[in-house]
């Protein structure tokens, strides 16, 4: 059977939680500032380690270890990629999965389809959670179902994912022929629904020209900084740099792409941080894990779960260069639900001035959701 990242996520959120040494909330950063703090996921998952088999409710503790994340809102992958057949019918069937999860936790989780929804979330000591795509490949040539999808709550799409598809080339495509003229349509229709076009994933002319055919600003909601580690799913300076002038956001991942032995360390974290200030500037940064919230365990289970997660991912094309059946997608020492709180820390250590933490931690999305949505 064919392991999807979703439930290769679900099978590690399963195994027993281990004591972290840093699991303490962080003194650093002033605590009134991180708890009004709107703090978002800008590409994130959903998954409660300590749910029961069967159970629609989400489990007590899970609840309450993302209450202590301080996170307001998730961005959640809704859609497979690559350019099978059934994308599109998995894709409406993790919908409503989702949707469920919101239907049987309405004490806990919202759908946000505008920027009022995830202010309402966090004032009600809720999680909102908004959809996203990660490829194009199940639009194709027929835009209109891009309209169909953001009536079922979609509001990020993302172009590419790695490999060619009908709109343009993904990061490890090695023609880097860049986005065709359906892909400027495919642009054109998403931004005509009000919906903020992702170009996570996407070759380097893909993501320059698709730069530079948006009329509103797009995001590049997880990746890394590609000067600091030359590694195709990481972004170069100039392209960071038109997505900040156009009013986009750029949003650093917690991901092994961060450096080149794929064992990314807090300090190789911190150091893609500054680096996108220095070159985007504070009000076009953001984070994107592109994990989960509660912490990895690594066991036997952990270890054969990521063999067989790399394998469907190489039969299928799609792995990236720095991926690797004994590579955990974690930077390890922020593998704790307290990973924000700890990162706004950090930063502050490193000089940050609250007012840019905030931005970082939520605000700037909120800027670009606002801009793109509306209020």
């Given at each position: 059977m064919q392991l999807s990242r979703r439930e290769l996520i679900g099978a590690l959120a399963?195994?027993?939680?281990?004591?972290?040494?840093?699991?303490?909330?962080?003194?650093?950063?002033?605590?009134?500032?991180?708890?009004?703090?709107?703090?978002?996921?800008?590409?994130?998952?959903?998954?409660?380690?300590?749910?029961?088999?069967?159970?629609?409710?989400?489990?007590?503790?899970?609840?309450?270890?993302?209450?202590?994340?301080?996170?307001?809102?998730?961005?959640?992958?809704?859609n497979e990629v690559g350019n099978e057949p059934d994308v599109a019918d998995k894709t409406?069937?993790?919908?409503?999965?989702?949707?469920?999860?919101?239907?049987?936790?309405?004490?806990?989780?919202?759908?946000?389809?505008?920027?009022?929804?995830?202010?309402?979330?966090?004032?009600a000591g809720k999680v909102a959670l908004y959809y996203g795509f990660q490829d194009t490949s199940l639009i194709g040539a027929d835009l209109s179902r891009i309209e169909l999808y953001h009536g079922l709550g979609v509001r990020i799409i993302q172009l590419t994912y790695n490999k060619r598809n009908l709109s343009g080339d993904g990061a490890i495509e090695p023609a880097n022929a860049g986005i065709s003229d359906l892909g400027r349509r495919t642009i054109e229709a998403i931004e005509a629904q009000k919906i903020l076009l992702d170009l996570s994933h996407g070759g380097q002319r893909t993501v320059a020209e698709a730069i530079a055919h948006a009329k509103r600003p797009p995001i590049i909601s997880h990746s890394g900084c590609r000067a600091l580690n030359d590694n195709p799913r990481n972004i170069w300076d100039a392209e960071?740099?038109?997505?900040?002038?156009?009013?986009?956001?750029?949003?650093?991942?917690?991901?092994?792409?961060?450096?080149?032995?794929?064992?990314?360390?807090?300090?190789?974290?911190?150091?893609?941080?500054?680096?996108?200030?220095?070159?985007?500037?504070?009000d076009h940064i953001a984070i994107g894990t592109d994990g989960m919230i509660s912490r990895t365990v690594i066991d036997d289970s952990a270890r054969a779960a990521q063999r067989k997660f790399h394998e469907e991912r190489t039969k299928k094309g799609i792995a990236a260069p720095g991926e690797g059946p004994d590579i955990f997608n974690i930077v390890a020492d922020y593998d704790t639900h307290l990973r924000f709180r700890m990162l706004a820390d950090d930063l502050s250590a490193r000089g940050w001035p609250a007012a840019r933490i905030e931005k970082l931690l939520g605000g700037n999305l909120v800027r670009l959701y606002t801009e793109v949505w509306g209020g």
């Open positions: 399963a195994l027993p939680a281990v004591s972290s040494a840093r699991a303490a909330a962080p003194s650093g950063y002033p605590a009134r500032d991180y708890d009004r703090a709107i703090v978002i996921d800008g590409l994130g998952g959903l998954v409660d380690p300590y749910g029961k088999e069967g159970d629609p409710r989400f489990s007590a503790r899970g609840w309450a270890e993302l209450r202590q994340s301080g996170v307001s809102a998730i961005h959640c992958t809704v409406l069937r993790n919908l409503a999965a989702l949707e469920e999860v919101i239907a049987d936790n309405p004490d806990m989780f919202v759908r946000a389809t505008r920027v009022a929804d995830i202010r309402a979330a966090k004032a960071m740099k038109a997505l900040a002038n156009k009013g986009g956001v750029f949003g650093i991942y917690y991901m092994p792409f961060l450096v080149a032995n794929s064992k990314p360390t807090r300090e190789d974290l911190l150091r893609h941080f500054d680096h996108a200030l220095q070159i985007c500037g504070e």
